[in-house]
C-alpha cells in the first residue's frame, strides 16, 4: 500500500495525518518547526493556535457550531481534543491552547502509522509518480514552498493580512473596575468586561488611530496589502470612524455595568485562554501596533492600567490559493489528482474548516492509496457546502469564506423566523450526514 504524505502540522495536516492512519494507510507528517519557525508561532506542537484560543460558537444551530457537530459524527480527532479541554467561553468553543496543542503532538508521534518528521519540505511532486501528497501548510506557508506552488498552479495565489490579538496576565486585571458577564447572561459567565465611559472611549481612540504601526517587513508592499475583513487590526477599524469599534468589537449591548446597572458607552471584552483563568485573550484586538505603542495604548482600557502581556500582537501573511481554478470538490487538484490541499491554504476561513478540510482531504488521500473512489459530502451539510462554494466560486473575486447558512442550498419551504430556520438548516444537514455514513459504510462493508 502506497504511503501518503502529508505536509504541514496544523490543524489541517493534523487532522488529515490522523484520519489517513486511521484508515490503516502509513504516512509521512513533514512539520518545519522548531528548525524554522513562521512569523506567528511559537512553539514547536502541532495544531498551535496563534491568533485566538476560541473555535467559535458551539451551539448546533449556528453555522460554527453545525460544522463541529458534523466533524464529531465524523470522528474528528481534533474536535475531540478541544471539547476534551475546552475552556469557559459563554457561548463559544474554547481551549487551554498549550494543553491542547501538547496532547496532539503526543497522539500524533505515538500513532504506530505517522512517521512524524521535523523538516522542513520546500517542493511539492512534479507528479503523478512520487508519493500521494497532501499540502496543509495554512496561510503561513513558507517562501520556497509558496515559490514552488505557483510554479506548479501557474497562477498567481492571493495573500492577505492577517493579526493576532494580545494576552494578558489575570491576575493584572483590575477585577474592580472589570466584571465578569456575558452578553445578554447567554451561557456561563465567561468573559472580563472592561466598560469606558463616553471620555475614556473618546481617549482611547484617538491614542489608537495615533498609535505608531510596526514595519510589514517582506509583507510591507502596499499594492500587495489586503485586509481580510474577519480580522482586521483595531486600528484598522479604528480609522474607519469614531464609532466603528462601538459598532464592532468594543460595542456595550447586552452587557449591564454592575455598578450603574446600564450598558456602559464601550465595552472591551476579555476571554479566558486556560482553565485556570490566568491567561485573557483581548478580544477582537488582532494588531499591527509596536510593541511599546500596544502596551501604553491599552493600559488606557479600564481594568487594564497595570496589564502584565504574556504575547502581544503580531501580524503575519496569509496565504491561500484560488481553489475554485486550481481544485476539485475532493480537494485534489485538477493538474495533479493524487496532490490535495487541506485548510486555509484551499481559502476556508477559521480554525474548524481548516480541521473540517483536513478531515476530508485525509480521508480521501486514504481512499486513493486504497484504490478507492474519493467522496464529497452533501451540500446539505456544512462541510458538504463550504467545499463546494471554495472549489466553484467566481475565481476573479475569490475571497476566505467563513462557515455560513448562506451557503447552504434553501429549505424546501420558506422558514422567517431566523432561529427556526438555522434549526430547521441544523436538522437537515445532520439527517443526510447520517444517511450519507450509513451509505459509506455500508458500500465499506
Known amino acids: 500500500m502506497a504511503t501518503v504524505r502529508v505536509i504541514g502540522a496544523g490543524l489541517a495536516g493534523t487532522e488529515c495525518a490522523w484520519q489517513i492512519a486511521q484508515a490503516g494507510v502509513p504516512v509521512i507528517l513533514s512539520e518545519m518547526r522548531p528548525l524554522r519557525q513562521s512569523p506567528a508561532h511559537h512553539t514547536e506542537h502541532v495544531a498551535e493556535l496563534v491568533c485566538s484560543n476560541s473555535f467559535g460558537a458551539l451551539g448546533s444551530d449556528r453555522a460554527p457550531g453545525l460544522l463541529k457537530e458534523e466533524l464529531r459524527r465524523l470522528g474528528s480527532l481534533v ?12 457561548g463559544a ?11 496532539l503532538t503526543e497522539i500524533l508521534e505515538n500513532h504506530p502509522l505517522i512517521d512524524f518528521r521535523r523538516e522542513e519540505v520546500t517542493q511539492i511532486p512534479s507528479s503523478a ?16 514552498l509558496a515559490q514552488s506552488l505557483e510554479q506548479f498552479t501557474g497562477l498567481e495565489y492571493l495573500s492577505f493580512f492577517d493579526a493576532a490579538s494580545p494576552i494578558i496576565e489575570g491576575d493584572s486585571i483590575d477585577l474592580g473596575r472589570a466584571f465578569l458577564a456575558s452578553r445578554y447572561d447567554r451561557g456561563e459567565a465567561a468573559y472580563l468586561n472592561c466598560p469606558m465611559t463616553e471620555a475614556e472611549y473618546g481617549a482611547f481612540w484617538e491614542a489608537l488611530i495615533e498609535a505608531e504601526q510596526a514595519p510589514l517587513k517582506e509583507f510591507e508592499e502596499a499594492a500587495s496589502r489586503k485586509f481580510f475583513e474577519a480580522c482586521l487590526p483595531v486600528e484598522e477599524i479604528a480609522r474607519r470612524g469614531y464609532e466603528s ?11 449591564d455595568d454592575p455598578r450603574t446597572g446600564r450598558w456602559p458607552y464601550a465595552v472591551v471584552q476579555l476571554r479566558m485562554e486556560d ?61 495533479v489528482p493524487t496532490i490535495l490541499a487541506a485548510g486555509q491554504l484551499t481559502g476556508t476561513e477559521g480554525y474548524t474548516p481548516a480541521v473540517a478540510g483536513g478531515w476530508l ?18 451540500t446539505t451539510t456544512m462541510l458538504g457546502a463550504l467545499v463546494q462554494y471554495i472549489t466553484s466560486a467566481e ?46 459504510r455500508s458500500l465499506a462493508g
Not at 79 to 90: E, K, M
Not at 419 to 424: F, H, K, L, N, S
Request: glycine share 6%; proline share 9%; with cysteine.
Open 245 to 255: 469599534l462601538r459598532y464592532g468589537p468594543l460595542k456595550p449591548v447586552g452587557l
Open 129 to 144: 509518480s512520487e508519493n500521494i501528497t497532501v499540502l496543509a501548510t495554512g496561510p503561513l506557508t513558507s517562501d520556497p
Open 93 to 103: 468553543l474554547a481551549v487551554d491552547r498549550a494543553v491542547f496543542s501538547q496532547k
Open 395 to 440: 475565481p476573479k473575486h475569490f475571497q476566505p469564506m467563513p462557515p455560513n447558512f448562506g451557503i447552504l442550498p434553501d429549505l424546501p419551504h420558506k422558514i422567517r423566523n431566523k432561529v427556526d430556520r438555522y434549526r430547521a438548516y441544523r436538522d437537515r444537514a445532520l439527517k443526510d450526514l447520517e444517511q450519507f455514513s450509513v451509505v459509506q
Open 361 to 378: 482531504a485525509g480521508t480521501n488521500a486514504a481512499r486513493l492509496a486504497k484504490g478507492e473512489t474519493p467522496i464529497t459530502l452533501p
Open 275 to 335: 482553565r485556570q483563568g490566568k491567561l485573557w485573550n483581548l478580544v477582537g484586538f488582532q494588531t499591527n501596533l509596536k510593541w511599546g505603542e500596544q502596551q501604553r495604548v491599552f493600559r488606557m482600557i479600564p481594568g487594564l492600567e497595570a496589564a502584565q502581556f504574556v504575547r502581544l500582537g503580531v501580524m503575519h501573511r496569509n496565504t491561500f490559493l484560488c481553489a475554485p481554478r486550481l481544485l476539485r470538490p475532493t480537494l485534489q487538484f485538477h493538474k
Open 79 to 90: 474536535i475531540r481534543v478541544a471539547d476534551q479541554y475546552a475552556v469557559p467561553a459563554g
